[in-house]
């Protein structure tokens, strides 16, 4: 099996104090040799300078960045600024995504779709930028159907993007079911799971909630019955998120993109259990 490609997201500080988490977090990281380390962009470009500012400084730190970009809000000349940006700060990797509309923002921008974006980055920079876009194995929670789903990503793939990475999931055959799927559409480029490691399962649950993401039945029974236990919970949620991470690779996903939530432990831990990384 060769080795895995581990890739980690962030999400950019709002407060000094955060910003001091993410600097421990990410130096810990380094242990792991990741391939890129993403920052996610908020809904309609929100924390839009905030994670210009993250990027840049992770960016001066020698740091391989590949930022968020969600088209969402966004004119196409605000995007071609962005891009321009990025470019003159030799950054070469980007996660191009759709986004979702703040609440009370009305005017949805010139690009409604992340296909449209994929599109606009290659005119605009050719293949200077390696593109990553999302992938949902159990469904989009907005789409009409997994069907039609699948078909929308096998547009955003065709567009020009190189990479997928997918919103997280705890059920493997969804992964490789969809990975089947996408290849029947002429999708042959690698899509990477994304691991959401558990330390809370409220916040679990309520993340799950607001993205669709499911949280199989005999999971939930098991956090349950453990209460405020939450060294417990922690333990479980360590020991369910390694058991698929070893399947996932055993299975041939091309690596792992760990949404750390700015915090190191949990992420080295399953990589310590995996064998990744040189801890």
Known sequence: MNKPELSIEFFPPQTQEGAGKLKVAL?????????????????????????FNAV?????????????????????????????RYRQERISRIVAIRGDLPSGMVNRGELR??????????????????????????CHP????????????????????????????????????YVDEASKLGVKAPIIPGVLPIISYGRL????????????LW??????????????????????????????LQGGAPGLHFYCMNQATATLEICRRLGLGRQ
């Open 142 to 177: 907005q789409s009409a159907d997994a069907a039609a789903d699948l078909r929308y990503f096998a547009r955003k793939m065709a567009a020009g993007a190189n990479c997928a990475i997918t919103q997280y999931f705890y059920n493997a055959d969804a992964y490789f079911y």
């Open 27 to 51: 130096e810990r990281l380094t242990a792991l040799e990741s391939e890129f380390y993403s920052v996610t962009y908020g809904a309609g470009g929100t924390t839009r300078e905030r994670t």
């Open 56 to 84: 840049n400084q992770m960016v001066s730190e020698g740091y391989t960045v590949a930022p968020h970009l969600s088209c969402v809000g966004s004119s196409r000349d605000e995007v071609r600024e962005i891009l321009y």
């Open 205 to 216: 649950a309520r993340f799950s909630e607001n993205c669709g993401a499911e949280i199989p």
């Open 113 to 138: 779709h992340a296909d449209e974006l994929v599109s606009l980055i290659r005119q605009e920079t050719g293949e200077h930028f390696r593109i990553y876009v999302a992938a949902y194995p159990e």
């Open 219 to 248: 999971m939930r029974k098991r956090f349950e019955q453990f209460g405020d236990d939450s060294d417990a919970v922690k333990e479980l949620g360590m020991d369910i998120v390694t058991s698929l991470c070893e399947r996932l």
